[in-house]
């Protein structure tokens, strides 16, 4: 069956640091892969995918995401974050071509940035 | 403007007093789906619209209804609502490059 797994609750990272938010997945063929940012008393944004190609995508706002197919893993990467990138972040991916074909998501990280 | 368009934003109701939720989407897009958000529990699909006219059950429809009777448009209907479907439910369309748009969200309370 399909799923992902976000194993953090929460992140917590300084102003001006790196962040990394993790994302490991289990899916039967070629994976398709989503973040997603959900800011308060907002829906989800799309973020970035990857279905094919470069294992770096780069994504909205300076945000990347690294593919990494023996570790099935999709994290979330920014090179120096903002307190305006705390939010609630979501990865997803989507199960097989089909009739019931749908994106699964995680149950979120919540990255909160420290002034 | 693309957008998804949810109404309302809140609502408070009562138990077993039927409610319905629009959702609106300016894209032409066929798929569109509901889902609603529970802490430590992420989005769950509730149901999800190939096509006009085709509607199928996500993970969690118990409780709930959907129609599709046009293209742009896929309300959800809780026939009886009850306190454990208290909860932030989104709407959503999917373009052909699988990216989704999301509705602002509509917060249910039921008392």
């Known amino acids: 069956a399909q799923s992902v797994a976000q194993p953090e609750d929460q992140v917590n990272v300084a102003e001006g640091n790196p962040l990394t938010v993790k994302c490991t997945y289990s899916v039967s063929g070629n994976p398709y892969l989503f973040w997603y940012v959900q800011y308060p008393n907002r829906g989800l944004q799309f973020l970035l995918k990857?279905?094919?190609?470069?294992?770096l995508v780069k994504g909205s706002y300076g945000f990347e995401a690294e593919f990494n197919k023996s570790q099935t893993s999709f994290h979330l990467k920014k090179p120096s974050a903002l307190v305006s990138d705390s939010a609630l972040y979501f990865c997803a991916v989507r199960t097989p071509p089909g009739r019931d074909d749908k994106i699964i998501f995680g149950k979120g990280t919540r990255l909160h940035i420290l002034p | 403007e693309a957008q998804v368009t949810q109404n309302p934003r809140y609502l408070i109701t009562v138990t077993g007093k039927k409610l319905t939720v629009t959702c609106s989407q300016n894209?032409?897009?066929?798929?569109m789906s509901w889902y609603r958000q529970d802490p430590g529990l992420g989005l769950r699909q509730i149901y999800y619209?190939?096509?006009?006219?085709?509607?199928d059950k996500g993970d969690v429809p118990e409780g709930y209804k959907v129609s599709r009777k046009e293209k742009r448009n896929f309300p959800l209907i809780l026939e009886s609502p009850s306190p454990n479907q208290t909860s932030l439910y989104f709407c959503?369309?999917?373009?052909?490059?699988?990216?989704?748009?999301f509705g602002s969200g509509t917060r249910l309370t039921v008392v």
């Open positions: 959503a369309s999917r373009g052909p490059d699988y990216g989704y748009t």
């Open positions: 894209m032409n897009h066929e798929y």
């Open positions: 619209s190939m096509n006009v006219e085709v509607t």
């Open positions: 990857y279905i094919t190609g470069d294992n």
